[in-house]
């Protein structure tokens, strides 16, 4: 299915937004988050395996990219493009031969 | 994922507030996630495949795109600790709980593939307390708050704030049971702590939930089922 023009308007500035949001991310707080936090003071954080089992984009640097927040942002950059490719794929085959604008729109979101 | 980096932390993204490394969770409780995971999905893209209409497909890229984007937004909580969104109660408001089911799988499957945020072996939990519970929880109080519109006209938004809150403090309390079924912490040392630290940053996930339905009220109000004017369209399709 091909987004109808008032529903692409929303895709494009949506990950527009997403996008904008992830140049932002080299300045994330970079304490312990909320689990980490706890399992440190509880002292069960020796539990977390040490090695991940293989590494594709670890701690959401690029890899090859020297500059920290450079490699951040193309790390969020991949991350966004990524989701929205899998999601649209997967509703266009859930919608698949559907490409009538049926008023059900307004029920989908349970309103 | 800086959970196996304790120590100098690089700038940007540190680990996330509730996904779960591996060791943390026992074979049984992991295997348990993985099953519970399994049939959300399976009811969630039978459910999305039923009802998908026009606007779903693009609002489901969007919410992933941008959930994503949040999850890598760490901000500081009180005593050096930090939280970032999770996303399943704004994506429950949205497109519905099954479709939200569907974005969250999306989003934490990619932080553990790709990422190795999160570990594999405890991916089913981990979907199961970041976005099925949230999309559950969220989409039940925000439609349980939304209809005292008719009395207080920021009920919207107060319904979006109460459901992200909630949802994060629920799946703070299933991921907290978790790892005491799993032995790996006592029930009186880590349910207060999980849940003080995430009612904290509940208060982060309903700002910015609420900020995100302000803004889509103010700007295509269609999108939450709402008519210009602000009347709620209860069941009018069309």
């Known amino acids: 299915m091909i987004p109808q023009r008032r529903y692409l308007g929303i895709l494009i500035a949506g990950i527009g937004i997403a996008l904008i949001v992830t140049l932002f991310s080299p300045w994330a707080s970079s304490h312990p988050d909320g689990l980490e936090r706890v399992a440190e003071d509880k002292e069960f954080i020796d ?6 089992k293989y590494e594709v984009i670890p701690d959401y640097q690029f890899p090859g990219v020297d500059n920290e927040r450079v490699a951040t942002v193309l790390a969020g950059i991949t991350g966004v ?28 979101g349970g309103g | 994922m800086s959970m ?8 940007g993204a540190a680990g996330p507030a509730l996904h779960i490394p591996d060791g943390f969770l026992s074979t049984p409780v992991a295997t348990a996630g993985y099953v519970v995971f399994g049939v959300a999905l399976a009811v969630a893209l039978r459910q ?6 026009p606007r779903t497909v693009p609002l489901m890229g969007v919410m992933g795109a941008f959930i994503f984007a949040a999850q890598m937004m760490n901000f500081p ?3 050096g600790t930090s939280g970032h969104m999770l996303g399943g109660a704004l994506a429950a408001i949205v497109l519905g709980p099954w479709a939200a089911i569907l974005v969250m799988t999306a989003v934490v499957g990619l932080q553990a593939l790709l990422f190795q945020d999160g570990g594999l072996v405890v991916l089913g ?37 109460a459901a992200a809150w909630v ?11 978790q790892l005491v079924v799993s032995d790996t912490s006592p029930f009186s040392v ?9 009612a904290l940053i509940g208060i982060g996930e309903g700002l910015i939930t609420a900020a995100a339905v302000s803004f889509l009220l103010a700007t295509r109000p269609d999108i939450l089922g709402v008519r210009r004017t602000g009347a709620v369209m209860e069941g009018v399709a069309g």
Do not use: C, W
């Open chain 2, 167 to 177: 949802s994060v403090e629920v799946a703070a309390l299933a991921t907290s049971l």
């Open chain 1, 47 to 52: 539990r977390a395996e040490a090695e991940p």
């Open chain 2, 48 to 53: 999305t495949d039923r009802k998908i209409g």
């Open chain 2, 77 to 79: 909580v009180a005593g």
């Open chain 2, 190 to 198: 880590v349910m207060p702590a999980m849940l003080g630290v995430h």
């Open chain 2, 125 to 161: 939990a981990n979907v199961v307390n970041m976005g099925v519970l949230t999309a559950f929880v969220g989409y039940g109080v925000y439609h349980a708050i939304r209809p005292l519109g008719r009395f207080i006209p920021q009920a919207t938004v107060v319904a979006a704030f």
């Open chain 2, 4 to 11: 196996t980096l304790p120590g100098p932390e690089v700038a």
């Open chain 1, 81 to 108: 493009i990524a989701v929205a490719a899998i999601l649209l794929g997967a509703g266009m085959f859930l919608s698949r031969g559907r490409d009538d604008a049926e008023p059900s729109s307004l029920t989908a």
